[in-house]
C-alpha cells in the first residue's frame, strides 16, 4: 500500500472521529492525529466543523497547533511555544519531519548546516541518521545524503497541505505553465510546417533534376543514334561506288575483258 493510499484511509478515520466529538475529547483526537507516525495531511481534519468551532473556546490552542502540523515548521514551533501545547515527543518528531517537506519545497539541495540550524540538530551523524530513518524510511522523502558537499540531495518529497493564499499562487504559477506550454506547441507546429514545406521544395527540385537528368539521356540517345545512322549511310555510300559498272573495277574482270588493238599489233598482221 503506498503512502497516499494509507494516508487517505488515516484522515477518513479521523475525521470520523473528530465529527463525533467536541470539546477536551476533540482536543484528545488532534493531539492522536498529530501524533500519528503515517499521517502528514491534516487539512481535512481542519476542515470538520466540530474542529473550526474550537476557535474562541479554551480548546483553541488545539485548533492552532493542528494549524501548525497542517502549514507550519519546528522554528515556528519554537517561536510560538509560549501560546500552543507542549509537543510530545511523537509530535516533535512529526514536526520536524514536516519541516524537511517545507524545505524540499523551494530547495532540492539542502546543505546540512541550513537543516542542522532548522532541526536544532548538534551534528551531522544525528542529522544523518533522521533523514534516513525519520525520512526516506518513512516514505516522505528521497536522496542522496553528500557527505563531501554536506548536503542532501532531494529526489523526491511529499506534499503539504496548501497553505491560506497558496492556493492563488499555484494557480498562477500553472496558469504560466499553460501559457507558456501553448507558446511552445505553437513554435513546434510551425517549425513542422517549415519542414513540411522544405520537404516539398525539396521533392520538387529532386524531381525537376530527375527530369532535366532524362532530358539530357533521350537527346544524348537520339545524337548517338542519328550519328550512327550517318555513318551507315556513308559506309554503304562507299559500297555503291566500289560496286557499280563506272566505278573501279576488280582484278579478273580486267583479266578477262579483251585488250585494245595497237598500230603495231595490225602491222604485224
Same mark, same amino acid.
Given at each position: ?30 493531539? =492522536? ?12 481534519? &481542519?476542515? /470538520?466543523? $466540530? +474542529?473550526? *468551532? %474550537? ?49 524540499? =519545497? ?12 532548522? &532541526?536544532? /540538530?548538534? $551534528? +551531522?551523524? *544525528? %542529522? ?142
Amino acid at each position: 500500500m503506498d503512502i497516499e493510499q494509507r494516508q487517505a484511509e488515516i484522515i477518513d478515520a479521523f475525521v470520523k472521529q473528530a465529527s463525533t466529538h467536541n470539546g477536551s475529547a476533540l482536543a484528545t483526537v488532534i493531539v =492522536e492525529a498529530t501524533s500519528h507516525p503515517s499521517l502528514f495531511a491534516f487539512s481535512e481534519i &481542519l476542515s /470538520v466543523p $466540530n +474542529v473550526v *468551532e %474550537l476557535g474562541g473556546t479554551e480548546n483553541s490552542v488545539y485548533l492552532d497547533m493542528l494549524r501548525l502540523f497542517a502549514h507550519g515548521t519546528w522554528s515556528d514551533y519554537k517561536s510560538n511555544a509560549n501560546r500552543l501545547p507542549q509537543l510530545v515527543p511523537d509530535q516533535a518528531l512529526k514536526l520536524k519531519q514536516l519541516t524537511v517537506l517545507t524545505l524540499a =519545497e523551494t530547495n532540492k539541495v539542502l546543505p546540512y548546516d541550513q537543516l542542522m540550524q532548522e &532541526l536544532d /540538530v548538534t $551534528n +551531522v551523524r *544525528e %542529522l544523518e541518521d533522521f533523514l534516513i530513518n525519520e525520512c526516506m524510511y518513512a516514505g516522505i522523502v528521497r536522496g542522496k545524503l553528500d557527505q563531501l558537499r554536506r548536503c542532501f540531495e532531494v529526489q523526491f518529497a511529499a506534499g503539504r497541505d496548501l497553505r491560506p493564499g497558496q492556493l492563488g499562487c499555484m494557480i498562477q504559477t500553472l496558469s504560466n505553465w499553460l501559457g507558456t506550454s501553448d507558446n511552445l506547441l505553437l513554435s513546434i507546429q510551425e517549425k513542422i510546417k517549415w519542414a513540411d514545406t522544405m520537404s516539398e521544395s525539396d521533392k520538387k527540385h529532386r524531381k525537376e533534376v530527375e527530369e532535366r537528368i532524362e532530358e539530357v539521356k533521350k537527346s544524348f540517345s537520339v545524337k548517338k543514334v542519328t550519328h550512327c545512322q550517318q555513318a551507315d549511310i556513308d559506309f554503304r555510300g562507299h559500297e555503291e561506288i566500289y560496286s557499280e559498272p563506272g566505278g573501279v573495277m576488280d582484278y579478273e574482270e580486267d583479266r578477262s575483258r579483251p585488250k585494245r588493238e595497237t598500230a603495231s599489233d595490225i602491222l604485224k598482221r
